[in-house]
């Protein structure tokens, strides 16, 4: 039986593979394609995570697709509504028919003499092995595992008698009404689980082994509240879009600029919005730099609510060991729960986790330097995406799918096959991609690609100078074109 080839093989229906087949189907409209999902669902992050009050800590003007506006009232979403977002975008497009649900890519092999991949996949509801070919290889996978969430050693943890749930594992029948609650946590899961859960728990405690820096942010856009008045919805988004691009860079190039003022006007709006005999040098106040690790983005401050309100409480201070009814602190302090929530952080996986080779020579992809922060040194035809850590992801994915379809249409116009980045002599890698010292980055960083010192080597977290870079630079700097033998595969069939 024939092998089936398709032009690009997209990895992932989550946001970003989402966003780049729609992408590629407008721009490419020549290009055969598929989109190959391990899971059952479109919707990628906002499929599998359904903890409570999970939502996102980007407004969606700018987590939303550039092409398609986001209509709704409010800027920060539910992990639903984001949901239904993706898959109404899927189906508008047409992209639905395309996907492949339960088809886990397990490896990819290029060829340089078909000038093509040959992509070995696990059917993950049936156990059986099938394979591909295409041209170009786009994951869209993001960069942590699907499969299971990171829960550190926790001491004594077998005599708990209460429910222990890891909220990347949430069970759906799970029911906190009346219940007394730790988060162990103070990342943003833990921040949108504290005041969702305080509202029906007994009593919901944040415990953390050291602070966040958290701004409250609010839940609608005021100006595009104003704009849709008068505007046309497009226009309106494109506004509200840029104003919200704005709005974090000037955040992020503050927080790194001048650590210390961005450090005080932080702390000025926590104490603004708790009563004032909280200590919010204890449970507010990091040992990091603003932006050394993400920051956490409350709406209308509902953390900060739940805390005046007494619903929640946070708890700065070490776990000295779980206990049969809760968790004893290094203090002696013994903390009661009948639920307890590990929100302690997500483990990272490059590409999937799938092996790569290049003419039968294995690709350590640790060892590889990040091309314009998408393509990787010395992998030919070969894209992915990873969005900014320091704003919206869908900002960087929607240029990134931009440019894979300015690199495909250049290959086409000049007869090329291959495209290959080429790290020039003396630029070596300078630093990890993700330029954050997160636990959950650090305790990766062996297993991820490498950055240069500059440019197209170096990701910038900064959408202005990347709009520059992708959506209006060359696509031929960096790289080496070549006009490979290329045998074209039978049995193909995708539709267009």
Known sequence: MPVEHVDVLIVGAGLSGIGA???????????????????????????????????????????????????????????????????????????????????????????????????????????????????????????????????????GVEEYTGILVHPQHWPEDLDHTGSRVIVIGSGATAMTLVPAMADTAEHVTMLQRSPSYVLSVPSSDPLARVLRRFLPDRLTYALARWKGVAALTLVFQLSRRRPGLMRRLIEKGVRAALPADFD?????????????????????GDLFDAL??????????????????????SSGEELQADIVVTATGLNLLAIGGMALDVDGEPVDVADTVAYKGM??????????????????????????????????????????????????????????????????????LDRLPKQGRATPWRLHQNYPRDVVLLRHGPVDDGVRFARAPYASASGGGAER
């Open 21 to 155: 087949a729609c992408r590629l189907r407008d721009r490419c409209p020549d290009k055969t394609f598929a989109v190959l999902e391990a899971r059952g669902a479109i919707g990628g992050t906002w499929d599998l995570f359904r903890y409570p009050g999970v939502r996102s800590d980007s407004d969606m003007f700018t987590l939303g697709y550039d092409f398609r506006p986001w209509r709704r009232p409010e800027a920060i979403a539910d992990g639903a509504t984001i949901r239904d977002y993706i898959r109404d975008t899927a189906r508008e497009h047409g992209i639905e028919r395309h996907i492949r649900y339960r088809h886990r890519v397990v490896g990819a092999s290029w060829s340089t003499e078909r000038a093509q991949w040959t992509v070995r996949v696990e059917r993950t509801d049936t156990g059986d092995q099938v394979s591909l070919t295409c041209s170009f290889l786009f994951v869209c996978s993001g960069y942590y595992r699907y499969d299971e969430g990171y829960t550190p050693d926790l001491p």
């Open 375 to 444: 393509m990787l040194s010395g992998v030919p035809n070969f894209a992915l995406t990873i969005g900014y850590t320091a704003a919206s992801w869908t900002l960087k994915a929607d240029l990134v799918s931009e440019y894979v379809c300015r690199l495909l249409r250049h290959l086409d116009a000049h007869g090329y096959r291959q495209v290959t980045p080429v790290l020039p002599p003396g630029e070596g890698p300078a630093e990890p991609l993700i330029d954050l010292k997160a636990g959950y980055v650090l305790r990766s």
């Open 280 to 300: 919010v040098d204890r449970h507010f106040r990091p040992r990091y730099g603003p932006w050394d690790q993400r920051m956490c983005f409350v709406p209308d």
């Open 308 to 329: 005046r309100r007494g619903r929640a409480s946070i708890v700065t201070d070490t776990i000295e060991t779980f206990t049969e009814k809760g968790i004893r602190l």
